[in-house]
Nanobody, 122 residues
């Protein structure tokens, strides 16, 4: 089994910055891709991909966060980070870490963290 634990969320004013961290632990042979998703707590809002990074460090971003957010990973520590700058109220959401992990059997499985709240408000 694999656990993902996020940290770094909180309350920040518009224009401010936060850095989210996610640490993976457990039965990990290797980690393929890692990413951050978010879900705003409003009716009809679905979980959306914010940023994604492959094991070759290729990245993908949601259009609305390009130029403001940066995803990175530390393969030695099985960690992924999301640096969020110039935050806007519409960035308010629960942010979830995601990882595609190879176990000892070489089976690729997706895991999710429990989520961390990010609130952007004055």
């Amino acid at each position: 089994q694999v656990q993902l634990v996020e940290s770094g969320g909180g309350l920040v004013q518009p224009g401010g910055s936060l850095r989210l961290s996610c640490a993976a632990s457990g039965s990990i042979f290797s980690i393929n891709a890692m990413g951050w998703y978010r879900q705003a707590q409003a009716p009809g809002k679905e979980r959306e991909l914010v940023a994604f990074i492959t094991n070759g460090d290729s990245t993908t971003y949601l259009d609305s966060v390009k130029g403001r957010f940066t995803i990175s990973r530390d393969n030695a520590k099985n960690k992924v980070y999301l640096q969020m700058n110039s935050l806007k109220p519409e960035d308010t959401a629960v942010y979830y870490c995601n990882a595609w992990v190879y176990g000892s059997s070489q089976q690729l499985t997706a895991y999710w963290g429990q989520g961390t709240q990010v609130t952007v408000s004055s």
